[in-house]
C-alpha cells in the first residue's frame, strides 16, 4: 500500500467468517490494482457513521452482508433499479459526492441457479426466508420467469413480498409441490441445523422437487446440501452466489468485468474445496 491505494470492502455484524477478503485480494494482485479490501466488523447502532466515513476517506465503496442491507438501503442517497425492487442494498459506490446503493445478490443467485442447470420458466420455486438475500431470490426468480412461494418464520414479513406464502410449519410439505428451493436465512451455518431434514427432502424428491440452493456457505457441506445431495437431488451451497454477487460488484467499483475464474479458484481454496 502507498498514498495511492484505494479502499473496499465489506461491512456486516459478525463478518471474521467473510472468505470476501481473501479472493478479492487474489483477484486485486490479478488485475494490477492498487487497491485494499478490508472486512468491517461494524454493529447495525454505527452504520451510519460508518458509511459516512468511508464517503468522506474517500473510499471506492464496500459490499454489504447480514444484517446491514435493509439499513444500507435506507442511508443511500441514490440506488438501482434492482435495489428499489428489492428494497435491500449489498453494495455501496461513492463517486461525485453520491452514495449509491446496488442490489447485486439478484444477479449472484441467478448465475448460481444457472450453475445448477435448473430452468425457471415455469417452474415452481420455494423460497425459504424473507431477509434481504430472500428478497433477492424472490425478485431474481419472478424475473426469470419462475412461480414463487415464501416461507418465513415471521409470516407478516413474507407477506410483505407479495408472492404466496407458505406456513413455516409446512415446509416439509410445500418442498414436494416445487422443483426448487432456496434456502436464504442463516439457518445451517453452525453445520448443524437444517430448515428441511433429509426424510422431508427424500419424500420430496419423490414429488416435483429437483434442486436445492443454500445461500450459506461452509468449509464442508450445510446440512440442507448433504441432505439434499443424499435425497438424489441437485444442491448447491452459497459459495457460488457469493463470487458472483462479487464479480458483478467489481463491475460497479472498477468499470470492467471481474476476473471470475481467479475470484472462484481462491474462494473454493479458502473453503478448503479443490
Keep these: 500500500m502507498d498514498a495511492q491505494t484505494s479502499l473496499v470492502g465489506v461491512v456486516g455484524h459478525p463478518v471474521r467468517h467473510s472468505l470476501s477478503p481473501v479472493f478479492w485480494d ?46 444500507a438501503f435506507a442511508l443511500c442517497s441514490e440506488r438501482s433499479d434492482v435495489a428499489v425492487q428489492t428494497r435491500a442494498v449489498n453494495v455501496v459506490v461513492f463517486e ?10 439478484v444477479h449472484g443467485v441467478t448465475e448460481a441457479i444457472r450453475d445448477l442447470g435448473v430452468e425457471l420458466e415455469g417452474a415452481r420455486s420455494l423460497v425459504v426466508g424473507a431477509g434481504g438475500a430472500g428478497r433477492a431470490a424472490v425478485h431474481a426468480l419472478r424475473r426469470a420467469g419462475a412461480e414463487v412461494s415464501v416461507a418465513n418464520r415471521t ?4 407477506e410483505d413480498l407479495d408472492v404466496p406464502v ?39 424428491a419423490g414429488h416435483r422437487l429437483r434442486a436445492v440452493l443454500d445461500v450459506v456457505y461452509r468449509p464442508d457441506e450445510t446440512p440442507l446440501v448433504r441432505s439434499a445431495h443424499a435425497a438424489g437431488l441437485v444442491a448447491a451451497d452459497g459459495l457460488g452466489m457469493l463470487v458472483h454477487q462479487a464479480a458483478e460488484a467489481w463491475q460497479l467499483f472498477f468499470g470492467r468485468p471481474a476476473p471470475v475464474d481467479v475470484m472462484r479458484r481462491a474462494a473454493s481454496a479458502a473453503a478448503g474445496r479443490s
Design 96 to 105: 461525485d459526492g453520491k452514495v449509491t446503493g446496488s442490489n447485486t445478490d
Design 166 to 204: 407458505v406456513a413455516w410449519s409446512g415446509l416439509a410439505r410445500a418442498a414436494g409441490e416445487v422443483e426448487l428451493i432456496v434456502q436464504t436465512t442463516t439457518v445451517g451455518m453452525d453445520g448443524e441445523d437444517s430448515v428441511i431434514d433429509e426424510p422431508a427432502l427424500r419424500a420430496a
Design 155 to 158: 409470516r407478516e414479513r413474507a
Design 26 to 71: 487474489a483477484a486485486l494482485r490479478h488485475d494490477g490494482r492498487n487497491t485494499v479490501f478490508l472486512a468491517f466488523d461494524v454493529r447495525p447502532d454505527d452504520l451510519a457513521s460508518f458509511v459516512e466515513g468511508m464517503r468522506v476517506a474517500g473510499a471506492r465503496g464496500f459490499n454489504v452482508t447480514l444484517p446491514h442491507k435493509a439499513a
